[in-house]
């Protein structure tokens, strides 16, 4: 392989936002912000909004979304005035 032209492939933690699930894996992902791990050793922390803990599919768990609101308020804002 060619040297200097793939990205670092190491072991970074994905935190989700919306479980706070978190677990180390390795990736080649960026990551501005660090985390202190169990084993002590301080890895790179990329945050995620679904994971396998916040999933739908993997949780069971259904999610209500208001559309029929989304779609007043869509209506009200672009009506035609007159």
């Not at 169990?38 to 979304?65: Q, R, W």
Request: cysteine-free; proline content about 4%.
């Amino acid at each position: 392989m060619r040297k200097n032209i793939h990205p670092a492939y190491r072991e970074v933690v994905f935190l989700d936002t919306s479980s706070s699930f978190k677990f180390l894996t390795r990736s080649t992902l960026e990551a501005k912000e660090t985390i202190k791990w169990e084993d002590g050793k301080e890895y790179p922390l990329i945050k995620v909004e679904i994971s396998s803990a916040s999933h739908p599919f993997y949780t069971g768990k259904k999610i209500f979304v208001d559309t029929a609101g989304r779609v007043e308020k869509f209506q009200q804002k672009y009506q035609k005035k007159g």
